[in-house]
T-cell receptor, first 115, second 110 residues
Framework: NAGVTQTPKFQVLKTGQSMTLQCAQD?????MSWYRQDPGMGLRLIHY???????DQGEVPNGYNVSRSTTEDFPLRLLSAAPSQTSVYFC??????????????FGPGTRLTVL | GQQVMQIPQYQHVQEGEDFTTYCNSS?????IQWYKQRPGGHPVFLIQ?????EVKKQKRLTFQFGEAKKNSSLHITATQTTDVGTYFC??????????FGKGTLLTVNP
């Protein structure tokens, strides 16, 4: 199993550009989520999904869109990049519908800089 | 998940010394998870605590969940350079939203 994969590893954008961060898992996990990590802030939940076709907002959803058309993929879209979105983005997944039963498996992260 | 506060924010130790990080909540926690993130890496799951007063050990690591389920701790005995990283506690709730503490960065002087 490849686990949770994320592409790209690094990205530089200009203000106003859009892009999609890709996330995929091959473990048949129901729950997937996106976090951003900023220095001294821990990880903050952006969006999450409890299954294909179902998504919901986390703590910091503004400026981001998600979709979950398949169990495996959970892309994160930046609609119009802003310097405040400079961060490290992590995708995570876990097996069951409820987080409380299972560990979160994290991808390697995407380091995004917005100029 | 419920908000959790972690202390200390940073801890520097000499190799061989013990280390403890604490996670506190003003409300009762359903469960708590602990993760470790090496510098430049991604968070890796260490353990989950569920029961009041629960204590779990993994080699030199000891995890505790308070009797009132409002606090938790991670204790490392005789630190090694491989213990370097940021340790996060994570709370969750019935709404599937996990909340990370801000983490404790551990550095170890060999």
């Amino acid at each position: 199993n490849a686990g949770v994969t994320q592409t790209p590893k690094f990205q530089v954008l200009k203000t106003g550009q859009s892009m999609t961060l890709q996330c995929a898992q091959d473990m048949n996990h129901e729950y997937m989520s996106w976090y951003r990590q900023d220095p001294g802030m821990g990880l903050r939940l952006i969006h999450y999904s409890v299954g294909a076709g179902i998504t919901d907002q986390g703590e910091v959803p503004n400026g981001y869109n998600v979709s979950r058309s398949t169990t495996e993929d959970f892309p994160l879209r930046l609609l119009s990049a802003a310097p405040s979105q400079t961060s490290v983005y992590f995708c995570a997944s876990s097996y069951r519908l409820g987080w409380w039963n299972n560990e979160q498996f994290f991808g390697p992260g995407t380091r995004l800089t917005v100029l | 998940g419920q908000q959790v506060m972690q202390i200390p924010q940073y801890q520097h130790v000499q190799e061989g010394e013990d280390f403890t990080t604490y996670c506190n909540s003003s409300t009762t926690l359903s469960n708590i998870q602990w993760y470790k993130q090496r510098p430049g890496g991604h968070p890796v799951f260490l353990i989950q605590l569920v029961k009041s007063g629960e204590v779990k050990k993994q080699k030199r690591l000891t995890f505790q969940f308070g009797e009132a389920k409002k606090n938790s701790s991670l204790h490392i005995t005789a630190t090694q350079t491989t213990d370097v990283g940021t340790y996060f506690c994570v709370s969750g709730g019935s709404n599937y939203k996990l909340t990370f503490g801000k983490g404790t960065l551990l550095t170890v002087n060999p």
